[in-house]
């Protein structure tokens, strides 16, 4: 979309929602940023500005307004596609990455200077990245207050603070006021902390919901992950801590529902950041319609699943091990020897962890034995191919991290013992959120686009997908469940 300023301010009159999260308004007469959406009478063309993000705003000293809650607008990808190193940046901070760390680790840990790292920020977030920290800090914190019973020094705690006083002056330095004081006088009459956390999660609708239930139910491990009715359940674990989220769908609110139970508090803004890339709640339906819509044969599948996702993965060494137990076999039968791995590799929940139905871990590297994999029944390679992967993860625990760019991020997965370029690309799009990847061996894809009784080949098909950038891996949903739908299989070929 052309976001400007005309355009913006058009918008903010209609109160449309489609831009939501595309930009926020900030209200010079008053100091105070809103959405598109905010139900107060809109402000004069003058006295606007308007912003990419929250921490944008923020940065240019608003603050947020208290009656449409900037914190419950959906991911804004204003900054997608102008620079991978500022999104993999955000995307480690919204992991955490400066909340106990400095902007100079989080520029080593993308290969570049922490000057460089604030130039870029500046120019495509329009905030340092400190700001951008402390936004996603205070808007989870803001959160926290209205959906929530935490008290105020487990909210802050959750948040990312290292104390509560910080928090508390941090807070009243934004918005004007004490946290307590959003909760108005419902903050005196709350229970104590609940066992779990319940949080929504926004999303930009479209989303089909029964396609990504169908998705992971088909490869749902038992034990360690559940698909009942409309909720998704699984065990997590982080660090020497486990704990459950189970995660529902609120079509009318355009949200996710996640209940999160782990002891860690602290761990919540991880916890958070993985569920968002596990459901692809950053994803941006209608960009990916213009782009995709232009084949003719993507054209009605788009048409068809507007709303349809990328599956991402609780972890990327669990995907990864599950894209090498999947080779060259079908989706039930690399579930089955991934149960297997998980019955005899996985750790048994204590029985008072008080987790219906899940009672088991996904194995961590150094549990990976050769005899043991060899005797759940895969060839010796292949068995050998996920030890090597264990060791070589043990041995560098950001293996799994991207890099500068899809190609150095496929070239790095196929140095990987037993990972070729069908597995990489599987990685890169399940675990690493990469947009872009394409797995143009696969089968499937070939069966869904034959024309005239002849499938492109996968070179043929890799020219036909350059049309398709950088929404590629979405194409590969589209085609796969055009191939089932075709087949009239409920599961695909490969096990993807």
């Not at 079908?330 to 750790?347: C, K």
């Not at 050998?384 to 264990?390: I, S």
């Not at 990987?416 to 690493?432: E, F, K, N, Q, S």
């Not at 947009?435 to 024309?451: I, T």
């Amino acid at each position: 979309m052309n976001l400007t300023p005309d355009t913006c301010y058009r918008a903010l009159l209609a109160r449309d929602p489609r831009y939501d999260g595309r930009f926020f308004t900030c209200v010079k007469s008053t100091r105070i940023y809103c959405r598109p959406l905010c139900p107060a009478p809109p402000p004069k063309f003058e006295h606007c500005t308007f912003v990419a993000s929250a921490a944008a705003a923020q940065a240019a000293g608003f603050r947020p307004c208290l009656r449409c809650r900037p914190e419950s607008a959906p991911d804004s990808a204003a900054w997608a596609g102008t620079s991978t190193t500022v999104t993999r940046a955000l995307r480690l901070i919204e992991e955490g990455a400066l909340d106990g760390g400095s902007v100079e680790a989080l520029a080593d840990r993308l290969g570049l200077g922490a000057r460089q790292l604030r130039r870029l920020f500046l120019r495509h977030v329009g905030a340092a990245p400190v700001v951008v920290a402390q936004t996603r800090r205070l808007l989870l914190a803001k959160q926290l207050l209205h959906q929530t019973e935490l008290p105020i020094t487990e909210v802050a705690l959750a948040s990312g603070f290292g104390s509560v006083r910080r928090f508390n002056e941090t807070f009243r330095r934004l918005y004007g006021r004490a946290p307590g004081t959003l909760r108005g006088r419902r903050g005196a009459d709350r229970a104590p902390t609940r066992p779990d956390i319940s949080l929504l999660l926004p999303y930009r609708p479209p989303y089909d919901w029964q396609a990504m239930l169908g998705f992971l139910g088909v490869r749902a491990i038992r034990g360690l992950e559940a698909v009942d009715g409309n909720r998704y359940r699984r065990t997590i674990r982080l660090g020497a801590e486990i704990g459950e989220i189970a995660v529902t769908h609120v079509p009318e609110e355009a949200v996710l529902r996640v209940s999160i139970r782990f002891p860690r508090l602290d761990a919540l803004p991880g916890i958070i950041a993985r569920v968002r890339r596990l459901f692809d709640l950053q994803a941006d339906p209608e960009a990916i319609r213009r782009a995709l819509s232009r084949d003719e044969a993507l054209a009605p599948l788009v048409q068809a699943r507007p709303g349809l996702r990328v599956p991402g993965g609780w972890d990327a060494f669990e995907v990864a091990v599950r894209g090498i137990l999947g080779q060259q076999v079908t989706v039930g039968a690399a579930t089955r020897l991934a149960e297997r791995l998980v019955d005899r590799l996985g750790d048994r929940l204590p029985e008072d962890a008080g987790v219906p139905g899940l009672d088991r871990l996904f194995p961590l590297p150094e549990r990976f034995a050769l005899e043991t994999i060899a005797a759940i029944g895969m060839p010796g390679a292949r068995a050998a191919a996920l030890v090597q992967l264990a060791s070589a993860y043990r041995a560098e625990p950001r293996l799994f991290d991207r890099c500068h760019d899809l190609a150095e991020t496929i070239s790095r997965l196929r140095d990987l013992p037993g990972v070729g370029d069908w597995t990489a690309h599987y990685i890169a799009m399940r675990a690493l959120q990469e947009n872009d990847a394409f797995l143009a061996s696969d089968v499937a894809l070939q069966r869904a686009l034959v024309v005239d009784g002849r499938r492109p080949t996968a070179r043929g098909l890799l020219a036909r997908a350059e049309a398709w950038r950088p929404w590629r891996a979405y194409a590969v949903m589209h085609l796969w469940h055009a191939d089932a739908a075709t087949a009239s299989r409920p599961c695909l070929r490969r096990a993807r």
